[in-house]
């Protein structure tokens, strides 16, 4: 379906309050995707909604709810398009036509086999139904992973970095440099809940020693599995991973001609291990650790260095996303650079507005598809 008609700045300025209000789902609605409704009648808004959890009512539910019988002759804008499916919630279409909304204005096209079409079944109805308005890049942008899904089995991947202002990590090899401040790196605890894993190489794990669990204000629904790539299976039996009290589990990823003693060792101190096929002495093949992940049902990975395994996986295709936080410091000479060996004609396209924490920038970008 097309838009029916052009759409006045009053509709463009409700549908993008609708996307607002989705976002408020980070962390607690994947891998369902975010959705935001808003009802408007004679120009005044009438009630508001966005799917707040996980198999919890959808975005025009809760909207419907809250505007009551001022909902009839109402127009929804809805960041997705209202689904047809009796899923663990009552369709939406249905909801809509009970409630005697007129007019339906909705952004993204719902890819979902059943849950698909209830743009085409609401205009069918008798109302007055525009969307998809959103073109296909900005429709993925909203919902990464939840699109990425319908269109390949691997999940959908996303790379944090924390960059100085001259591109380096870390002022030399084998030491950490902390670079951004604590708004930016509470904004990485947010990100953290929208993933079902996290994931760093080995270099990284034995430099930082990080928990890679989620400490900020957004608890995810499901804690993201810690998962480290190390090939020759040398992550430390002491690492942070393997302290403190039931946090998520840890997956290791190895050669899979490991010493077997090692493999030991660390089922031992409490991971899971997966011996994996490799490309060299230092590299995993991480198309099969994505398709295990993909297997396992991890739908949306945000890998959090080294710059090794970030290049590693952008020159390998494997890369959605980048957040890229820059901090005001130069480290110069002999510092680690962030984009080693990345492709040059890899062309990236702007996902949100960049954004300060404090001193710090956060700039996302994805990668453009060629398909
Ligand atoms: C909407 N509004 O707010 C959301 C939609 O299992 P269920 O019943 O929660 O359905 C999940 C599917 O419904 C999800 O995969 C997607 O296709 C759609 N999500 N649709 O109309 C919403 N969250
Ligand atoms: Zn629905």
């Known amino acids: 379906m097309t838009p029916r008609s052009p759409l006045s700045d009053a509709d463009r300025a409700h549908l993008e309050r609708a996307v607002e209000l989705a976002a408020r789902g980070w962390g607690r609605v994947h891998p369902n995707p975010m959705v935001g409704c808003v009802l408007v009648r ?50 939406c279409t249905r909801a809509l036509l009970a409630s005697g909304v007129a007019r339906v204005v909705f952004g993204a096209s719902d890819p979902g086999g059943d849950s698909g079409g209830g743009g085409a079944e609401l205009a069918e109805a008798g109302l007055a139904v525009t969307g998809p308005v959103f073109d296909d890049v900005r429709a993925r942008r909203l919902n990464p992973a939840f699109h990425h ?7 959908w991947v996303a790379l944090k970095l924390a960059a100085s202002l001259d591109g380096g990590l870390a002022a030399r090899p084998g030491t950490r440099t902390q670079l ?28 930082d020693d990080p928990l890679l669990t989620v400490r900020g204000e957004v608890q995810p629904r499901v804690p993201p599995v810690r998962i480290v790539l190390d090939p020759g299976a040398r992550l430390s039996s002491d690492a942070a991973l393997f302290r403190g009290d039931g946090g998520a589990p840890v997956w290791v990823f190895t050669r899979d001609d490991a010493p ?18 490799f490309r060299g002495p230092h590299e995993l093949d991480l198309g099969r650790v994505l398709a295990f992940c993909g297997e396992a049902g991890l739908s ?11 290049a590693a996986l952008e020159r390998a295709g494997l890369l959605d996303r980048l ?20 492709t040059p004609e890899g062309a990236w396209t702007m996902a949100a507005p960049p954004a300060s924490f404090s001193d710090d920038t956060l700039l996302v970008y994805d990668r453009v598809r060629e398909d």
């Open 323 to 342: 957040y890229l936080f820059v901090a005001p410091r130069i480290l110069g000479e002999g510092a680690i650079p962030a984009f080693p060996g990345w």
């Open 149 to 155: 899904r319908f269109a390949s089995p691997r999940p």
């Open 180 to 207: 951004t401040g604590p708004e930016a790196q509470a904004e990485v605890h947010r990100l953290r809940a929208g993933f079902d894993g996290i994931v760093v190489g080995a270099e990284t794990a034995r430099v």
């Open 42 to 91: 004679d120009g005044e808004v009438v009630g508001e909604g966005w799917h707040g959890v996980f198999g919890g009512p959808h975005a025009e539910t809760v909207a419907l709810e809250a505007a009551g019988p001022r909902a009839r002759g109402a127009t929804a804008y809805v960041s997705l398009e209202p689904c047809r499916h009796e899923g663990k919630t009552p369709a």
């Open 300 to 310: 949306a990975i945000l890998c959090e260095g080294g710059g090794r395994l970030g």
């Open 260 to 277: 077997e003693g090692e493999l030991e060792r660390l089922e031992a101190a409490g991971a899971s291990v997966h011996p994996t096929a």
